[in-house]
Protein backbone atom coordinates (compact mmCIF):
# COMPACT_ATOMS: atom_id res chain seq x y z
CA UNK A 1 0.00 0.00 0.00
CA UNK A 2 1.49 3.06 -1.33
CA UNK A 3 1.31 6.48 1.26
CA UNK A 4 -0.88 9.61 -0.13
CA UNK A 5 0.82 12.30 -1.33
CA UNK A 6 2.13 15.28 0.49
CA UNK A 7 0.86 18.62 -0.28
CA UNK A 8 4.50 19.42 -1.60
CA UNK A 9 4.28 16.62 -3.84
CA UNK A 10 1.07 18.09 -5.30
CA UNK A 11 2.76 21.62 -5.51
CA UNK A 12 5.63 19.62 -7.50
CA UNK A 13 3.38 17.77 -10.25
CA UNK A 14 1.48 21.43 -10.74
CA UNK A 15 0.71 21.38 -14.33
CA UNK A 16 2.92 24.14 -15.77
CA UNK A 17 0.44 25.77 -17.84
CA UNK A 18 -1.15 26.58 -14.19
CA UNK A 19 1.77 28.07 -13.46
CA UNK A 20 2.51 30.24 -17.04
CA UNK A 21 -1.11 31.49 -16.26
CA UNK A 22 -0.53 32.84 -12.86
CA UNK A 23 2.58 34.51 -13.48
CA UNK A 24 1.04 35.80 -16.54
CA UNK A 25 -1.74 37.32 -14.85
CA UNK A 26 0.44 38.79 -12.21
CA UNK A 27 2.29 40.60 -14.95
CA UNK A 28 -1.24 42.09 -16.38
CA UNK A 29 -2.39 43.00 -12.78
CA UNK A 30 0.77 44.74 -12.66
CA UNK A 31 1.13 46.29 -15.93
CA UNK A 32 -2.42 47.21 -16.43
CA UNK A 33 -2.57 50.78 -14.25
CA UNK A 34 0.70 51.85 -16.31
CA UNK A 35 -0.53 50.43 -19.75
CA UNK A 36 -4.23 52.40 -18.75
CA UNK A 37 -2.47 55.35 -17.63
CA UNK A 38 -0.01 55.76 -20.89
CA UNK A 39 -3.31 55.49 -23.27
CA UNK A 40 -5.34 58.23 -21.00
CA UNK A 41 -2.14 60.12 -21.33
CA UNK A 42 -2.11 59.63 -25.47
CA UNK A 43 -5.50 60.59 -25.41
CA UNK A 44 -5.55 63.62 -23.51
CA UNK A 45 -2.50 65.34 -23.42
CA UNK A 46 -0.18 66.21 -26.17
CA UNK A 47 3.18 64.97 -26.86
CA UNK A 48 5.55 67.06 -25.67
CA UNK A 49 7.15 69.01 -28.01
CA UNK A 50 10.77 67.91 -28.94
CA UNK A 51 13.50 70.09 -27.01
CA UNK A 52 17.26 70.14 -28.98
CA UNK A 53 19.03 72.01 -26.31
CA UNK A 54 22.93 71.07 -25.98
CA UNK A 55 23.60 69.88 -22.50
CA UNK A 56 27.42 70.42 -23.02
CA UNK A 57 27.56 73.78 -24.48
CA UNK A 58 25.21 77.01 -25.06
CA UNK A 59 25.88 80.31 -27.36
CA UNK A 60 26.06 84.22 -26.28
CA UNK A 61 24.11 85.97 -29.23
CA UNK A 62 23.49 83.65 -31.65
CA UNK A 63 22.17 84.85 -34.85
CA UNK A 64 20.98 83.34 -38.03
CA UNK A 65 23.79 82.11 -41.08
CA UNK A 66 21.09 83.27 -43.86
CA UNK A 67 18.85 86.43 -43.68
CA UNK A 68 16.52 87.68 -46.48
CA UNK A 69 17.70 89.87 -48.99
CA UNK A 70 16.66 93.62 -49.29
CA UNK A 71 13.97 92.91 -52.12
CA UNK A 72 12.91 89.45 -50.18
CA UNK A 73 13.22 87.33 -53.07
CA UNK A 74 16.42 86.01 -51.50
CA UNK A 75 18.12 84.35 -48.52
CA UNK A 76 22.10 85.29 -48.44
CA UNK A 77 24.34 84.78 -46.28
CA UNK A 78 24.46 87.05 -43.03
CA UNK A 79 26.82 89.60 -43.47
CA UNK A 80 28.61 88.75 -40.04
CA UNK A 81 28.42 85.74 -40.88
CA UNK A 82 30.80 86.00 -43.31
CA UNK A 83 33.65 86.01 -41.25
CA UNK A 84 33.65 81.93 -41.02
CA UNK A 85 31.68 80.95 -44.58
CA UNK A 86 31.50 82.39 -47.81
CA UNK A 87 28.52 83.72 -49.74
CA UNK A 88 25.81 82.07 -50.58
CA UNK A 89 22.20 82.61 -52.04
CA UNK A 90 18.78 80.82 -52.85
CA UNK A 91 15.27 81.88 -53.38
CA UNK A 92 13.39 82.43 -50.53
CA UNK A 93 10.56 80.78 -52.16
CA UNK A 94 11.89 77.51 -53.44
CA UNK A 95 10.86 77.11 -57.02
CA UNK A 96 8.89 74.53 -58.51
CA UNK A 97 10.92 70.83 -59.04
CA UNK A 98 13.72 72.66 -57.52
CA UNK A 99 16.29 70.04 -55.36
CA UNK A 100 17.46 71.98 -53.07
CA UNK A 101 20.42 70.54 -50.85
CA UNK A 102 22.83 71.74 -47.56
CA UNK A 103 26.50 71.11 -47.43
CA UNK A 104 27.41 70.97 -43.79
CA UNK A 105 30.12 70.96 -42.06
CA UNK A 106 34.03 72.96 -41.22
CA UNK A 107 36.61 74.27 -43.53
CA UNK A 108 36.88 71.08 -45.86
CA UNK A 109 33.39 71.81 -47.17
CA UNK A 110 33.95 75.47 -47.56
CA UNK A 111 36.87 74.26 -49.93
CA UNK A 112 39.64 75.49 -48.23
CA UNK A 113 42.73 76.30 -48.46
CA UNK A 114 40.46 77.27 -51.76
CA UNK A 115 37.48 78.47 -51.75
CA UNK A 116 34.08 77.35 -52.67
CA UNK A 117 34.74 77.73 -56.30
CA UNK A 118 36.15 74.20 -55.70
CA UNK A 119 34.52 72.48 -53.19
CA UNK A 120 33.16 69.40 -53.53
CA UNK A 121 29.54 71.04 -53.51
CA UNK A 122 30.15 72.99 -56.37
CA UNK A 123 31.04 70.04 -58.39
CA UNK A 124 28.29 68.32 -57.15
CA UNK A 125 25.88 71.04 -58.07
CA UNK A 126 27.68 70.84 -61.83
CA UNK A 127 27.26 67.01 -61.80
CA UNK A 128 23.59 67.15 -61.14
CA UNK A 129 23.61 69.78 -63.80
CA UNK A 130 24.67 67.52 -66.14
CA UNK A 131 22.82 64.54 -65.30
CA UNK A 132 19.06 66.18 -65.31
CA UNK A 133 19.67 69.93 -67.52
CA UNK A 134 16.23 70.13 -67.25
CA UNK A 135 15.93 70.35 -63.29
CA UNK A 136 16.96 73.05 -61.37
CA UNK A 137 19.56 72.09 -58.61
CA UNK A 138 20.43 74.44 -55.64
CA UNK A 139 23.55 72.96 -53.94
CA UNK A 140 24.21 75.55 -50.80
CA UNK A 141 27.90 75.66 -49.07
CA UNK A 142 27.34 75.82 -45.55
CA UNK A 143 30.98 74.93 -44.86
CA UNK A 144 32.17 77.31 -41.68
CA UNK A 145 36.13 77.63 -40.53
CA UNK A 146 37.27 75.76 -37.70
CA UNK A 147 33.31 74.61 -37.50
CA UNK A 148 32.87 72.08 -34.89
CA UNK A 149 29.55 69.61 -35.18
CA UNK A 150 28.23 71.70 -31.81
CA UNK A 151 28.27 74.73 -34.05
CA UNK A 152 26.37 72.66 -36.95
CA UNK A 153 23.43 72.03 -34.55
CA UNK A 154 21.87 75.21 -34.82
CA UNK A 155 22.33 75.47 -38.48
CA UNK A 156 20.58 72.34 -39.27
CA UNK A 157 17.81 73.73 -37.34
CA UNK A 158 17.38 77.02 -38.72
CA UNK A 159 17.64 75.22 -42.57
CA UNK A 160 14.65 73.36 -41.86
CA UNK A 161 12.96 76.15 -42.60
CA UNK A 162 14.28 76.73 -45.96
CA UNK A 163 12.48 73.38 -47.67
CA UNK A 164 15.41 71.41 -48.03
CA UNK A 165 15.78 68.31 -49.91
CA UNK A 166 18.63 66.85 -48.44
CA UNK A 167 21.90 67.52 -46.09
CA UNK A 168 25.08 66.32 -46.78
CA UNK A 169 26.93 66.57 -43.24
CA UNK A 170 30.93 66.21 -43.53
CA UNK A 171 32.27 66.63 -39.96
CA UNK A 172 34.84 65.60 -37.26
CA UNK A 173 38.24 67.33 -37.74
CA UNK A 174 37.20 70.37 -35.38
CA UNK A 175 35.96 68.48 -32.09
CA UNK A 176 39.22 70.07 -29.88
CA UNK A 177 39.68 73.24 -31.24
CA UNK A 178 37.75 75.23 -28.87
CA UNK A 179 38.59 75.39 -25.08
CA UNK A 180 35.94 74.11 -23.53
CA UNK A 181 35.00 72.33 -19.80
CA UNK A 182 32.40 69.56 -19.29
CA UNK A 183 32.44 69.05 -15.57
CA UNK A 184 28.70 69.66 -15.24
CA UNK A 185 27.98 66.62 -17.71
CA UNK A 186 27.76 63.19 -16.10
CA UNK A 187 28.80 60.44 -18.12
CA UNK A 188 26.11 57.95 -19.41
CA UNK A 189 26.90 54.86 -21.15
CA UNK A 190 25.85 53.96 -24.43
CA UNK A 191 23.37 51.15 -24.07
CA UNK A 192 21.83 53.68 -21.47
CA UNK A 193 21.31 56.61 -24.07
CA UNK A 194 20.01 53.98 -27.18
CA UNK A 195 17.39 52.80 -24.38
CA UNK A 196 16.74 56.04 -23.42
CA UNK A 197 15.43 57.18 -27.05
CA UNK A 198 13.45 54.13 -27.24
CA UNK A 199 11.76 54.71 -24.05
CA UNK A 200 10.93 58.44 -25.08
CA UNK A 201 8.09 56.56 -27.41
CA UNK A 202 6.43 56.18 -24.06
CA UNK A 203 4.33 59.64 -23.61
CA UNK A 204 4.73 58.87 -19.48
CA UNK A 205 8.28 58.55 -20.11
CA UNK A 206 8.92 61.57 -22.41
CA UNK A 207 6.39 63.72 -19.82
CA UNK A 208 8.75 62.44 -17.07
CA UNK A 209 11.80 63.12 -18.88
CA UNK A 210 11.07 66.78 -19.93
CA UNK A 211 10.22 67.41 -16.39
CA UNK A 212 13.00 66.56 -14.96
CA UNK A 213 14.94 67.59 -18.01
CA UNK A 214 13.71 71.33 -16.97
CA UNK A 215 14.36 70.77 -13.40
CA UNK A 216 18.23 70.11 -13.86
CA UNK A 217 18.68 72.51 -17.05
CA UNK A 218 18.68 75.31 -14.04
CA UNK A 219 21.10 74.05 -12.28
CA UNK A 220 23.15 73.24 -14.94
CA UNK A 221 26.17 75.27 -16.28
CA UNK A 222 27.38 74.32 -19.65
CA UNK A 223 30.54 76.44 -21.17
CA UNK A 224 28.94 79.44 -22.92
CA UNK A 225 30.54 79.78 -26.80
CA UNK A 226 30.97 83.13 -28.65
CA UNK A 227 29.19 83.61 -31.67
CA UNK A 228 31.93 82.56 -33.63
CA UNK A 229 34.71 80.12 -33.33
CA UNK A 230 37.90 81.18 -31.53
CA UNK A 231 40.40 78.29 -31.22
CA UNK A 232 43.35 77.77 -29.05
CA UNK A 233 46.12 77.81 -31.95
CA UNK A 234 44.58 81.50 -32.41
CA UNK A 235 45.62 82.20 -28.95
CA UNK A 236 49.10 83.59 -28.34
CA UNK A 237 49.74 80.08 -26.17
CA UNK A 238 49.10 77.97 -29.67
CA UNK A 239 50.12 74.12 -29.01
CA UNK A 240 51.35 74.67 -25.62
CA UNK A 241 47.15 75.39 -24.25
CA UNK A 242 46.95 71.50 -25.55
CA UNK A 243 47.76 68.49 -22.99
CA UNK A 244 46.70 64.92 -22.77
CA UNK A 245 43.71 64.50 -20.92
CA UNK A 246 41.95 61.60 -21.52
CA UNK A 247 38.83 63.12 -19.10
CA UNK A 248 38.43 65.46 -21.82
CA UNK A 249 38.63 63.71 -24.70
CA UNK A 250 36.24 60.98 -23.73
CA UNK A 251 33.69 64.49 -23.00
CA UNK A 252 34.24 65.78 -26.93
CA UNK A 253 33.87 62.17 -28.46
CA UNK A 254 30.45 62.03 -26.44
CA UNK A 255 29.47 65.49 -27.55
CA UNK A 256 30.45 64.86 -31.26
CA UNK A 257 27.93 61.65 -30.43
CA UNK A 258 25.09 63.66 -29.10
CA UNK A 259 25.32 66.11 -31.99
CA UNK A 260 25.33 63.70 -34.87
CA UNK A 261 22.43 61.96 -33.48
CA UNK A 262 20.70 65.15 -32.67
CA UNK A 263 21.11 66.26 -35.86
CA UNK A 264 19.98 62.97 -37.94
CA UNK A 265 17.13 62.68 -35.23
CA UNK A 266 16.19 66.31 -36.52
CA UNK A 267 16.31 65.41 -40.20
CA UNK A 268 14.50 62.54 -39.37
CA UNK A 269 11.48 63.86 -37.58
CA UNK A 270 11.37 66.19 -40.92
CA UNK A 271 11.05 63.83 -43.43
CA UNK A 272 14.51 65.22 -44.64
CA UNK A 273 17.23 62.82 -45.90
CA UNK A 274 20.49 62.62 -44.83
CA UNK A 275 24.13 61.73 -46.04
CA UNK A 276 27.04 61.33 -43.83
CA UNK A 277 30.79 61.66 -44.67
CA UNK A 278 33.33 59.57 -43.09
CA UNK A 279 35.93 62.52 -43.07
CA UNK A 280 39.81 61.51 -45.03
CA UNK A 281 43.00 62.59 -43.16
CA UNK A 282 46.50 62.04 -43.93
CA UNK A 283 48.44 59.69 -42.35
CA UNK A 284 51.81 59.42 -43.83
CA UNK A 285 52.80 62.76 -45.13
CA UNK A 286 51.54 64.38 -41.74
CA UNK A 287 53.01 64.02 -38.34
CA UNK A 288 51.76 64.60 -35.30
CA UNK A 289 51.18 68.36 -34.32
CA UNK A 290 52.47 67.76 -30.76
CA UNK A 291 53.56 64.49 -28.68
CA UNK A 292 54.23 64.11 -25.02
CA UNK A 293 56.20 61.71 -23.32
CA UNK A 294 53.77 59.18 -20.70
CA UNK A 295 54.03 60.83 -17.17
CA UNK A 296 53.41 57.64 -15.36
CA UNK A 297 56.72 55.41 -16.30
CA UNK A 298 59.20 55.17 -13.79
CA UNK A 299 62.17 57.50 -14.32
CA UNK A 300 64.44 54.20 -14.90
CA UNK A 301 61.68 53.09 -18.02
CA UNK A 302 61.42 57.17 -19.06
CA UNK A 303 65.27 57.32 -19.39
CA UNK A 304 65.32 53.82 -21.74
CA UNK A 305 63.10 55.29 -23.69
CA UNK A 306 65.25 57.96 -24.45
CA UNK A 307 68.02 55.59 -24.86
CA UNK A 308 66.38 53.33 -27.24
CA UNK A 309 65.32 56.89 -29.04
CA UNK A 310 68.68 58.34 -29.27
CA UNK A 311 70.58 55.19 -30.28
CA UNK A 312 67.42 54.80 -32.77
CA UNK A 313 68.49 58.48 -34.00
CA UNK A 314 72.17 57.57 -34.95
CA UNK A 315 70.94 55.04 -37.53
CA UNK A 316 70.24 56.28 -40.95
CA UNK A 317 66.58 55.12 -43.23
CA UNK A 318 69.01 53.47 -45.40
CA UNK A 319 69.16 49.50 -45.83
CA UNK A 320 71.54 48.69 -43.73
CA UNK A 321 70.10 50.71 -40.99
CA UNK A 322 66.44 50.50 -41.29
CA UNK A 323 65.61 47.45 -39.87
CA UNK A 324 67.90 48.23 -36.94
CA UNK A 325 65.88 51.16 -36.73
CA UNK A 326 63.10 49.97 -36.01
CA UNK A 327 63.54 47.40 -33.78
CA UNK A 328 65.16 50.10 -31.46
CA UNK A 329 61.91 52.47 -31.76
CA UNK A 330 59.80 49.63 -31.37
CA UNK A 331 61.24 48.63 -28.34
CA UNK A 332 60.89 51.99 -27.13
CA UNK A 333 57.03 52.21 -28.30
CA UNK A 334 56.64 48.64 -26.07
CA UNK A 335 57.57 51.22 -22.71
CA UNK A 336 55.65 54.15 -24.44
CA UNK A 337 53.35 53.53 -26.40
CA UNK A 338 51.78 57.11 -26.21
CA UNK A 339 54.26 59.66 -27.82
CA UNK A 340 52.77 60.43 -31.00
CA UNK A 341 55.72 61.02 -33.03
CA UNK A 342 57.79 57.80 -31.98
CA UNK A 343 54.81 55.86 -33.06
CA UNK A 344 55.00 57.69 -36.47
CA UNK A 345 58.13 56.99 -37.20
CA UNK A 346 57.71 53.47 -37.11
CA UNK A 347 54.98 53.97 -39.32
CA UNK A 348 57.20 56.10 -41.38
CA UNK A 349 60.17 53.12 -41.55
CA UNK A 350 57.82 50.00 -42.55
CA UNK A 351 56.61 52.53 -44.90
CA UNK A 352 59.72 53.09 -46.33
CA UNK A 353 60.44 49.38 -46.28
CA UNK A 354 57.11 48.64 -48.63
CA UNK A 355 55.42 47.19 -45.94
CA UNK A 356 52.65 48.83 -46.02
CA UNK A 357 50.04 46.85 -44.01
CA UNK A 358 52.48 47.04 -41.24
CA UNK A 359 52.95 50.87 -41.25
CA UNK A 360 49.22 51.43 -41.59
CA UNK A 361 47.94 51.03 -37.58
CA UNK A 362 50.89 52.56 -36.51
CA UNK A 363 50.04 56.02 -38.40
CA UNK A 364 46.54 55.41 -37.24
CA UNK A 365 47.64 55.00 -33.73
CA UNK A 366 50.22 58.02 -33.99
CA UNK A 367 47.22 60.19 -35.44
CA UNK A 368 44.67 58.97 -32.23
CA UNK A 369 47.66 60.10 -29.72
CA UNK A 370 48.28 63.06 -31.35
CA UNK A 371 48.08 65.85 -28.24
CA UNK A 372 46.78 68.18 -30.79
CA UNK A 373 44.10 66.10 -32.67
CA UNK A 374 43.03 68.31 -35.86
CA UNK A 375 42.53 65.10 -37.16
CA UNK A 376 39.02 62.49 -36.58
CA UNK A 377 39.69 60.23 -34.29
CA UNK A 378 38.75 56.76 -34.87
CA UNK A 379 36.22 56.22 -32.19
CA UNK A 380 34.47 59.44 -33.68
CA UNK A 381 34.16 57.27 -36.95
CA UNK A 382 32.88 54.03 -35.27
CA UNK A 383 30.32 57.28 -34.05
CA UNK A 384 29.91 58.17 -37.73
CA UNK A 385 28.94 54.45 -38.44
CA UNK A 386 26.99 53.86 -35.68
CA UNK A 387 24.53 57.25 -36.51
CA UNK A 388 24.54 56.31 -39.98
CA UNK A 389 23.24 52.50 -38.90
CA UNK A 390 20.77 53.58 -36.44
CA UNK A 391 19.03 55.96 -37.99
CA UNK A 392 19.40 54.29 -41.41
CA UNK A 393 21.32 57.07 -43.22
CA UNK A 394 23.25 56.99 -46.21
CA UNK A 395 27.17 56.66 -45.54
CA UNK A 396 29.99 57.86 -47.78
CA UNK A 397 33.37 56.75 -46.40
CA UNK A 398 35.58 59.23 -48.00
CA UNK A 399 38.62 57.75 -45.97
CA UNK A 400 38.38 54.19 -47.49
CA UNK A 401 37.42 55.54 -50.97
CA UNK A 402 41.20 57.49 -50.83
CA UNK A 403 43.08 54.76 -49.39
CA UNK A 404 41.49 52.30 -52.25
CA UNK A 405 42.91 54.76 -55.06
CA UNK A 406 46.49 55.08 -53.00
CA UNK A 407 49.16 52.76 -53.97
CA UNK A 408 50.42 52.14 -50.55
CA UNK A 409 46.50 52.01 -48.97
CA UNK A 410 47.55 55.24 -47.03
CA UNK A 411 46.22 58.13 -47.09
CA UNK A 412 49.01 61.12 -47.90
CA UNK A 413 49.47 63.97 -49.99
CA UNK A 414 48.29 62.11 -53.34
CA UNK A 415 45.00 63.22 -52.34
CA UNK A 416 45.41 65.83 -49.89
CA UNK A 417 46.86 69.35 -49.65
CA UNK A 418 47.52 69.20 -46.23
CA UNK A 419 46.44 66.89 -42.70
CA UNK A 420 42.75 67.01 -43.54
CA UNK A 421 41.91 68.79 -46.80
CA UNK A 422 42.00 67.49 -50.16
CA UNK A 423 42.93 68.46 -53.79
CA UNK A 424 40.87 70.04 -55.88
CA UNK A 425 41.17 66.37 -57.43
CA UNK A 426 39.78 64.93 -54.40
CA UNK A 427 36.62 67.53 -53.97
CA UNK A 428 35.88 66.06 -57.75
CA UNK A 429 36.43 62.27 -56.45
CA UNK A 430 34.15 63.22 -53.44
CA UNK A 431 31.32 65.17 -55.41
CA UNK A 432 31.36 61.60 -57.66
CA UNK A 433 30.56 59.56 -55.10
CA UNK A 434 27.66 61.90 -53.73
CA UNK A 435 26.56 61.76 -57.60
CA UNK A 436 26.55 57.88 -57.14
CA UNK A 437 24.67 57.67 -53.86
CA UNK A 438 21.86 59.86 -55.05
CA UNK A 439 21.45 57.79 -58.45
CA UNK A 440 21.38 55.25 -56.40
CA UNK A 441 18.69 56.18 -54.34
CA UNK A 442 16.92 57.38 -57.45
CA UNK A 443 16.83 61.26 -56.10
CA UNK A 444 18.52 61.54 -59.59
CA UNK A 445 18.16 59.97 -62.74
CA UNK A 446 20.35 60.57 -65.09
CA UNK A 447 20.02 60.98 -69.00
CA UNK A 448 22.25 59.57 -71.59
CA UNK A 449 26.05 61.63 -72.09
CA UNK A 450 25.49 62.27 -68.37
CA UNK A 451 29.46 62.15 -67.77
CA UNK A 452 30.53 63.28 -70.69
CA UNK A 453 28.35 66.67 -69.88
CA UNK A 454 29.88 66.58 -66.07
CA UNK A 455 33.67 66.58 -67.33
CA UNK A 456 32.70 69.28 -70.14
CA UNK A 457 31.24 71.07 -67.39
CA UNK A 458 33.94 70.41 -65.15
CA UNK A 459 37.01 71.45 -67.35
CA UNK A 460 35.21 74.55 -68.16
CA UNK A 461 34.39 76.22 -64.94
CA UNK A 462 37.80 75.33 -64.11
CA UNK A 463 39.22 77.25 -66.76
CA UNK A 464 36.81 80.00 -65.79
CA UNK A 465 39.14 80.19 -62.26
CA UNK A 466 42.13 82.60 -62.88
CA UNK A 467 45.47 82.63 -61.54
CA UNK A 468 45.03 84.63 -58.66
CA UNK A 469 42.33 82.06 -57.14
CA UNK A 470 45.35 79.43 -57.16
CA UNK A 471 47.69 81.83 -56.04
CA UNK A 472 45.42 82.90 -53.01
CA UNK A 473 44.68 79.32 -52.30
CA UNK A 474 48.64 78.67 -51.95
CA UNK A 475 49.05 81.66 -49.48
CA UNK A 476 46.05 80.25 -47.58
CA UNK A 477 47.64 76.73 -47.51
CA UNK A 478 50.98 78.21 -46.19
CA UNK A 479 49.37 80.09 -43.57
CA UNK A 480 47.40 76.95 -42.77
CA UNK A 481 50.74 74.76 -42.24
CA UNK A 482 52.08 77.51 -39.48
CA UNK A 483 48.55 77.74 -38.13
CA UNK A 484 48.59 74.00 -37.59
CA UNK A 485 52.22 73.95 -36.24
CA UNK A 486 51.96 77.03 -33.65
CA UNK A 487 53.65 79.05 -35.55
CA UNK A 488 51.51 81.80 -36.41
CA UNK A 489 52.24 83.79 -33.25
CA UNK A 490 55.90 83.38 -33.54
CA UNK A 491 58.44 86.44 -34.99
Known sequence: MTDSPTPQGSLRRRPRWRTLAFHLTALVVVLFPLMLAEMLLRLWVAAPETRWDDPYVTFSNPSPLFVADATGAQFETAPNRLVAFRRQSFAAR???????????????VQGRPYSVETAFATWLQLGLEAARPERRWEVINCGGISYASYRLVPIVRELLSYEPDLFILYTGHNEFLEDRTYAHVKEVPRILVRLHRVMLGLRSYALADRWLANRNRRRAAPTVMGPEVQTKLDLAAGLDAYRRDPTWHRSIIAHFSHNLNIMAQMAQDAGIPMILVNPVVNLKDCPPFKSEFRTDLSAGDAQQVRDLWN????????????????????????????????????????????????????????KDEDICPLRILEPMRGIIHDIATQWKLHLIDVQTMIEARTEDGISGDEWLLDHVHPTIAGHQLIAEALLQTMKEMEWVRPSDGWEARRDGLWQKHLHSLNEAYYAQGIARLKRLKDWSRGRIHQK
Open 94 to 108: KPPDTFRVFCLGGST
Open 311 to 366: RARALDWTAADIHAKIELLEQAAALDSRHAWLLFLIGTGYERMGQWAEAKPWFVRA
